[in-house]
């Protein structure tokens, strides 16, 4: 009798199903864009006349043109950044001590 239930019990214990382990879907590839903050794509739409799917088209070419991958433009890029926090600071009211007259050694 002992016996028995041993076997019963031995045959239920295989019977529970086993639990998996959670399969996490990938997205689909070349789907994933990393995230932008709302105020970026609004800065490139108000100051650079570009609505963000434009501009995300147009960066899928630039490896085509190696001139522009290798320029080096150091003041064209702080006067990029600088007009990005002059941005940013009006959009979320606070005030900006960056001044469009700042020296700049341009060339």
Known sequence: MENLRR?????????????????????????????VPLWEKEFCKVVGSLDWETFLHMKKFIHLYDNVIEWNDSAGEEA???AKKRFWANSQGFPCDISFTQSRSLH
């Open 7 to 35: 076997q019963k019990w031995d045959n239920h214990r295989q019977e529970l199903p086993r639990r998996k382990s959670p399969q996490y879907k990938k997205p689909p590839r070349g789907s994933w864009q990393p995230r």
């Open 80 to 82: 990029f950044h600088d």
